[in-house]
């Protein structure tokens, strides 16, 4: 695991994309405070940059270093949630401005999965993290799955859990800051 985090290290510090396990799809990630490798993820998956994506955050600490204003009901909804939980934030800061939604929102996950919270510590950023597909195309629910397309315009494959089946998308719950919720995918 340790030399599979170091040549992410490597690919995302110089802009590239990585393709990766995460605690619930295989990604496509890359550094989400470089607007040009958001670029990259939107041209990849032929997406339209209006859709927002997910970012991954290793800790509560870090999720505060990235939204202006955590709201308090959000650390009780991470602490019991039984599956991955996106929270869409108001007033993300730090980020690449191609990545924020055009209502100034984010969805960040805070992860759980070994990997990505040691590569995320190392990288010190939050990490794009959007399913391994062609938009509109299925959510592949392996690694066999995922299209050669993805495959070649990556610039890195994590050589893990290749033979895990994947988990589901992580449940997007949108909290605003005058404190209303909604659920937007369970």
Aim: with cysteine; hydrophobic share 35%.
């Amino acid at each position: 695991m340790k030399i599979e985090v170091e040549n992410c290290l490597n690919i995302l510090k110089k802009g590239g994309l990585i393709l990766y396990p995460t605690d619930t799809v295989w990604g496509i990630g890359c550094d989400a405070t470089n607007p040009d490798a958001v670029d990259k993820v939107f041209k990849l998956k032929q997406r339209s940059d209006e859709k927002s994506l997910i970012c991954l955050v290793h800790d509560f600490r870090m999720l505060n270093e990235y939204v202006e204003n955590v709201p308090e009901v959000a650390y009780d909804i991470l602490k019991y949630a039984k599956k991955p939980t996106s929270i869409i934030y108001d007033d993300p800061i730090r980020v690449a401005e191609n990545i924020i939604a055009e209502d100034n929102s984010l969805a960040i996950r805070v992860t759980k999965d070994e990997f990505c919270k040691k590569l995320i510590q190392k990288f010190r950023r939050p990490l794009v993290s959007t399913s391994a597909n062609i938009s509109g195309e299925k959510t592949p629910q392996s690694y066999a799955e995922i299209d050669p397309l993805i495959l070649e315009g990556v610039d890195y494959v994590v050589n893990l859990h290749h033979q895990k089946k994947s988990g589901k998308p992580s449940a997007i719950i949108k909290l605003k800051n005058d404190g209303s919720v909604k659920v937007i995918r369970q």
